[in-house]
């Protein structure tokens, strides 16, 4: 179960009324039971149920089962497309291993708003479902102009876009480290765009293959290649 509270020993941890109606009313908890709790930060603690009622209840921290399991320091940067896509990127891009997840607005981006709390519960789905310790940060929607101006020096950048090599060859070649993979909208980038990415020292332009994906394809072939060539 995830909470948005410190963990460690002895650590009295509260519950709300959704997270009560699910532990006591779904799950059918009870006083005593032991409950694997994660925040995301401090790795997963056992905890017991120390207090039960329908509006909210207290669990305390017994002992840590396993520590904060850190993923690479990956980047995903993709452009917003359709609701149920962007929410199936974000999900995907936790369960893959991203430790940031960056929303930009391109010159085609399609979805000038998002609603960065539901993508960010949706990342903590993925990580529950999957079983991490670490939950990837959403961050809001920014632009690219601005978020390439403020690129961190050693951060390499997998250009997602028409290219004559491969991404696995591409990513050997350009070896480990800090990487951001970034994946346009449905309208691919603009020229403007094209020519500033061409330009830059951090990118690595890269192909994923002679077929024309879909952004929510492509976010995961990206991810998919980066984990084979670089991941752990
Ligand atoms: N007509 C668009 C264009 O001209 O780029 C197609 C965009 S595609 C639907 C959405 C995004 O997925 C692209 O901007 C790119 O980042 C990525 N993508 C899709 N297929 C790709 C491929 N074969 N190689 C590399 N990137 C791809």
Redesign the pocket.
């Known amino acids: 179960l995830y909470v948005d509270h410190p963990l460690g020993q002895g650590q009295s941890v509260p519950l709300d009324r959704d997270q009560a109606h699910y532990l006591f009313g779904v799950m059918r908890q009870q006083l005593g039971a032991q409950v694997a709790l994660f925040n995301g930060r401090d790795g997963e603690w056992r905890a017991e149920v120390v207090e039960a009622g329908k509006r909210g209840g207290t669990l305390e921290c017994r002992e840590q089962t396993r520590p904060l399991q850190m993923p690479p320091d990956l980047w995903l940067i993709f452009a917003p497309i359709k609701k149920a896509r962007t929410d199936f990127i974000v999900e995907k891009a936790a369960e893959m291993g991203a430790a940031r997840i960056i929303p930009v607005q391109t010159d085609f981006t399609n979805s000038e708003r998002i609603r960065q709390d539901r993508l960010q519960a949706h990342a903590v789905e993925a990580a529950e479902q999957c079983g991490g310790t670490f939950v990837p940060e959403v961050t809001d929607l920014q632009k690219l102009d601005r978020l390439l101006a403020d690129w961190p020096e050693d951060r390499k950048l997998m250009f ?4 004559e090599v491969g ?1 696995g060859k591409v990513l050997g070649e350009a070896g480990p480290g800090p990487w951001a993979i ?8 603009s020229e403007a765009e094209r020519k500033r990415l061409h330009a830059l020292p951090f990118t690595h332009v ?10 929510d ?2 976010a995961v072939a ?1 991810l998919t290649v980066w984990q084979q060539a670089l991941g752990d």
Request: proline residues 8%; aromatic residues 4%.
């Open positions: 997602c876009d028409e290219a991404a970034l994946i346009g909208p449905e309208g691919g980038f890269v192909s994923l293959g002679p077929r024309i994906l879909r952004a394809t492509a990206a």
